[in-house]
């Protein structure tokens, strides 16, 4: 408990009246009323500013806590940030709402995402079966083991928790950016109905239906489910093919909650999706390379070139169970079981305007590179927690065990074809390639084993106003696989590596007053080695690993109607997985092996989240974050082991965002409005390529009548929305193609808006 009391608008004008009365020679009578009168006036404006800011619950530390007094750095995003933004899958994030965060998808492919953090997680391509992210996703504390799958569409979320720096202790392996924590609505064991229907541009519709039912025998039961879909932003020219960045997704979800005692439940859910989308569409953005290949410095709405354009499809489902025991006041035991499957096919027929890979633009040459995928995936985890307390000591112990297989295959062929003198084209019936399918194929199986431990210590004898944290997590990682196929031949190279872990941390945190809270935290994080199925020899790579100090302060002040948080940090990145990228003459397919860079990194950056709410009904919220990141040369091994310099992408410099919030009543309903704006400075997008993107500036906004009683009972909410308002254009995705094609690109989402209703039981 503490003994300190932050400052009141009640206290402060108390010691501001009287000291003013007294230099000015006012006698105790005087400044007593002078006291009274600024009371009055600060309990006036303490009423106009209304209750003040709620506190906000994370499980960052496997527990309940305040996020005020967990001294980590955490972004969180509630239901309702979720649906002012309009997000429909963590995709949406893409806009930079939480600075630090950068989610972009792979390269041109929305089948599969790219999560970084703090400069972290980002230098390869995660999109293969033995190779990993370095920023972990987890849905209801379960991992989320590829990078498939993440595009999925989401459910009824009750907050998403963005843990920033290295969680290698209480989440492990592959967590040394950073973790995504989502947490979903569990049921309430009371009758509930919330169904949602919308349209709006580019073909759009949605509609969603979220249902409580009441308990029965102690068992609750909520169902969810969901269909969003949208055309594409750029249309194809071949007739009968889908356009370019377009989405169906499709999911169900349903929770079965079962409370026999008061110191015992066990949940059950079930989840299946389905995701159908198309890439991006890359474009030549400064010269052409051949007759029909126009230049499009500006982001296109009409494809150059008409292309075969199918679904790309993903298929997730899941089971968890999740026990949750109470033995006694002082220990609570948690096991959270689950196994996931997914299927991904990925089409991507994005380049075919670029010309890549062509060998020119006569003589009935092929063209436009299919790339084909398909990726098979089967986890299974265990995790079980010790949650306890014993006097002046709060812990958190337990295992983990996780068991992945992975199989994949690729092939790129030709859809197209020039006629004699590249003036004109036409699409094959079958599409070619000198390769037999399947171009390359390889399977992995990984196995991790993780005992952690955490303490947090709060000795009686300082007041209770100081916490020592002390943990660390060891971590057997093994992984076996095969590279089966390489340039359709078979082979016979093999992975068989195992590494042993341990990620220490230390926070030391103090309780300045009840409402300023300062932290002191060193903490280690890595992500696991692998092999690179894109390799022509499946080379195998060691794990990287990154140390961070950080510093952050958390207050709020104004009677609770401000709140301030900053962290600082300096981080070592050591051994990081580098991609180096080169084509197989002859071929379509491109080979990259990955190699551990020597010397270390180095990356330093300052986040800041600022929440305001100086009258009743308004909010006002902003959040920065400097990143600074500088990393050593790196051999090429395409390139006779020369230093080249290696670019951190998707991470710029700079990235603000802010918000506001104004709710007030109407008659017997409640108008909203909200408005958010997110900037960032330009970044890389491969890092091989020293281009930068251009900057941003992403506006969404949504106006929402709220709580209108309806005559048959229910509630209606009807909203207006709109993502990139100002229509902002840039390329996410930039870079030098070569004196042969010059500089191509992808372009983020034009604006895009719709309507909505929604009816509450």
Excluded: C
């Excluded at 899958?89 to 600075?99: N, R």
């Excluded at 794990?543 to 100090?549: D, I």
């Amino acid at each position: 408990m503490s003994v300190h009391n932050a400052p009141s608008f009640r206290s402060i004008a108390l010691a501001g009246s009287a000291f003013g009365a007294l230099l000015s020679g006012g006698t105790a009578h005087a400044a007593e009323a002078s006291v009274e009168a600024e009371v009055a006036a600060a309990d006036s404006a303490a009423a106009e500013a209304g209750p003040g800011l709620s506190d906000i619950v994370v499980s960052a530390q496997k527990r309940e806590t305040s996020l005020q007094t967990t001294p980590i750095s955490i972004a969180v995003v509630n239901a309702q940030d979720l649906q002012n933004r309009h997000v429909v899958s963590l995709e949406s994030l893409a806009d930079g709402s939480i600075p630090s965060l950068r989610i972009a998808p792979m390269f041109s492919r929305s089948s599969a995402l790219t999560v970084g953090m703090r400069g972290i997680g980002t230098l390869g391509d995660a999109n293969q079966p033995a190779r990993d992210q370095g920023v972990g996703v987890y849905i209801d504390g379960v991992f989320m083991g590829r990078a498939q799958g993440l595009g999925s569409a989401l459910y009824d979320v009750e907050r998403i928790e963005v843990l920033k720096g290295p969680q290698g202790t209480l989440f492990g392996r592959n967590t040394e950016g950073g973790a995504i924590s989502i947490v979903t609505k569990k049921p309430s064991g009371e009758f509930g109905a919330r169904a949602t229907v919308g349209v709006g541009n580019y073909d759009s519709r949605e509609a969603g239906l979220h249902l409580d039912l009441p308990s029965f025998a102690n068992i609750s039961v909520k169902l969810d489910g969901l269909i969003t879909t949208r055309g594409g932003t750029v249309d194809n020219p071949l007739a009968g093919e889908h356009d370019f960045n377009a989405y169906n997704k499709k999911g169900a979800h349903a929770a079965v909650l079962w409370e026999p005692s008061s110191n015992f439940n066990a949940l059950y859910s079930f989840d299946i999706s389905r995701d159908e989308t198309t890439p991006y569409y890359l474009q030549l953005l400064t010269r052409t390379t051949g007759p029909l290949l126009q230049m499009q410095p500006d982001r296109a709405k009409v494809a150059n070139i008409g292309a075969p354009q199918p679904w790309a499809l993903g298929k997730t489902s899941g089971h968890l169970l999740t026990l949750d025991w109470t033995v006694s006041p002082e220990l609570e035991i948690k096991s959270i079981s689950s196994y996931r499957q997914l299927t991904q096919t990925q089409n991507d027929n994005g380049s075919a305007n670029l010309g890549v890979f062509i060998k020119g633009y006569s003589d009935n040459t092929n063209f436009s590179r299919f790339s084909l995928a398909d990726v098979w995936q089967k986890q299974y985890s265990q995790e079980i927690q010790l949650i306890g307390t014993l006097k002046e000591v709060n812990f958190v112990a337990g295992g983990f065990y996780y068991h992945e297989k992975v199989r994949d295959n690729a092939w790129t062929p030709y859809t197209n074809k020039w006629n004699a003198d590249g003036t004109d084209y036409t699409i094959l019936d079958t599409p070619t390639s000198s390769i037999p399918f399947p171009d390359r194929a390889s399977h992995a199986v990984t196995e991790s084993i993780g005992v952690f431990g955490q303490a947090t210590w709060t000795p009686a004898m300082l007041n209770d106003i100081v916490h020592l944290t002390a943990g660390g997590r060891f971590t057997h990682d093994k992984k076996t696989g095969a590279l089966e196929k390489v340039n359709g031949v078979d082979t016979d190279y093999t992975l068989d590596a195992s590494w042993n872990r341990f990620d220490p941390m230390v926070n030391l945190a103090a309780d300045v007053t009840q409402d300023v809270h300062v932290y002191g935290k060193w903490s280690t994080g890595y992500k696991a080695g692998g092999a690179n199925s894109r390799s022509k020899e499946y080379h195998s790579f060691d794990p990287e690993s990154v140390s961070t100090f950080e510093i952050g302060a958390k207050t709020e002040f104004f009677d609770r109607h401000a709140r301030f948080n900053i962290a600082a940090y300096t981080s070592a990145y050591k051994d990081m997985q580098i991609d180096f990228n080169a084509p197989v003459l002859n071929t379509t397919r491109t080979t990259i092996e990955t190699r551990n860079a020597t010397g270390k990194g180095r990356i330093k950056g300052i986040e800041a989240d600022l929440t305001v709410t100086p009258i009743q009904g308004l909010t006002l919220t902003g959040s920065y974050a400097y990143t600074d990141v500088h990393l050593p040369p790196a051999a090429n091994p395409f390139d006779g082991d020369k230093l080249v310099q290696v670019y951190t992408v998707y991470t710029p410099k700079h990235a603000a965002s802010g918000a506001i919030d104004y709710e007030l009543p109407v008659a017997d309903a409640t108008l909203r409005f909200h408005l958010d704006g997110n900037y960032a400075t330009g970044q890389y997008s491969l890092a091989s390529d020293g281009t930068s993107t251009g900057k941003s500036f992403i506006v969404n906004g949504r106006v929402a009548l709220a709580d209108i009683r309806m005559a048959s009972g229910p509630d209606l909410e009807l909203s207006v929305w709109g993502r990139n308002l100002f229509n902002e254009a840039y390329t996410f995705v930039k870079a030098n193609g070569g004196s042969s094609l010059g500089y191509y690109g992808i372009f983020n989402d034009p604006r895009t808006f719709g309507l909505s209703a929604t009816v509450k039981y």
